[in-house]
């Protein structure tokens, strides 16, 4: 069982964020996730990094509760180029995109 919080698992900050799907996770202590999302009702790439034993909490966080951190628009689609993401999911992410 992990022993940090899974990328499906960060919700935070409520107010700003919704969580549509993770499109990558390493799955891994320490590992990096991908995810796309609402910032401020607005669709969104956002990032983070699995924690491990000593950090459970992941980065970033605050205040102690694992956040993501959204992806400036300029970089998105660059992300999305990358060959190792699952092809449906980055087709998922476009279609969000451009219906926005």
């Known amino acids: 069982m992990a022993k940090y919080k899974t990328p499906s ?4 900050p409520k107010k700003n964020w919704g969580l549509i799907a993770v499109l990558d996770d ?3 202590e320490g590992g990096s996730a991908l995810a796309i999302g609402r910032w401020d009702g607005k ?5 983070r990094w699995n924690g ?3 950090r459970p909490n ?3 966080q605050s205040r102690g509760v694992p956040t993501w ?3 400036p628009d300029k970089f998105c689609e660059d992300i999305l ?3 190792g993401l ?4 980055v087709t998922m992410a476009r279609s969000l995109f451009s219906a926005s």
Do not use: H, W, Y
């Open 9 to 12: 698992e960060v919700v935070s």
């Open 43 to 47: 669709v969104a790439l956002a990032m």
């Open 81 to 83: 180029q990358n060959k």
């Open 69 to 71: 951190f959204i992806v």
């Open 86 to 89: 699952a092809r449906d999911k």
């Open 58 to 60: 992941g980065n970033p």
């Open 52 to 54: 491990d034993d000593a």
């Open 26 to 28: 390493e799955g891994t």
